[in-house]
Each structure stands twice: as C-alpha cells, then as structure tokens.
C-alpha cells in the first residue's frame, strides 16, 4: 500500500501563485508515476500533471502548460505542483495520485490522496 497526503490548498487571486506538496509513503517501490489530477464543481476529475517516480520526466495537460510546474524530491518521496498565473478555472480539488503502470489516465491510477482545495478568486 501507498499513502499519498497533499497539502498547500487554499485561497489564491487570480494571477498569483499556489504550490501544492503530496508525501508518499508506505510500499512506494516500483511506482512509475505520480499525478496531479483536479476535479471542479460539477465537473468531471481531469489529468493535470505527471512525474516519473525518478523525476526525469514530466507531462502536463494543455490547460496549465506553461503556468503549472511539478517537480519531486526524491529524497523526501514529495511531489510538488507549482501552480503560477492562477485563473478562476484551475479552482478544484486536487488530487494526488500514484500509479505502477505506465498510464496517465484516472482508472490507471492505483492509490490516491483525500485531495486539497484550490478557490481561485477573480
């Protein structure tokens, strides 16, 4: 088992800055990924960014390429989101995400974080 806790949520204006942290623990050998994913009000949950568990390399959706970074620190098992130019559409619950397989999409993922709140205001 993997235990995944994200925190770093919170009220942000528009234009700032946010960053988010997940710590995993437990079994983490033999994770591929790790993965951000937000779900909005009344929306459907939706890929935002992916590390490799080495931290070589990193994917992001179109919607936060270029304001959005996430990195990981491998010697404190943290991955972290860096989330700049905030817009009121990135407001969600994030979530933490980890995967052994080499998928990118919601029903590939193995183990998930509680999730943290993101209101961005205009």
């Known amino acids: 088992q993997v235990q995944l806790e994200e925190s770093g949520g919170g009220l942000v204006q528009a234009g700032g800055s946010l960053r988010l942290s997940c710590a995993a623990s437990?079994?983490?050998?033999?994770?591929?990924?790790m993965a951000w994913f937000r779900q909005a009000p009344a929306k459907e949950r939706e890929f935002v960014a992916a590390?490799?568990?080495?931290?070589?390399?990193?994917f992001y959706a179109d919607p936060v390429k270029g304001r959005f970074t996430i990195s990981k620190e491998n010697a404190k098992n943290t991955m972290y989101l860096q989330m700049n130019s905030v817009k009121p559409a990135d407001t969600a619950v994030y979530y933490c995400?980890?995967?052994?397989?080499?998928?990118?999409?919601?029903?590939?993922?193995?183990?998930w974080g509680k999730g943290t709140l993101v209101t961005v205001s205009s």
């Open positions: 995400a980890a995967t052994a397989k080499n998928k990118l999409t919601i029903d590939g993922m193995d183990y």
């Open positions: 437990g079994r983490t050998f033999g994770t591929y990924f």
């Open positions: 590390v490799t568990w080495s931290g070589a390399n990193t």
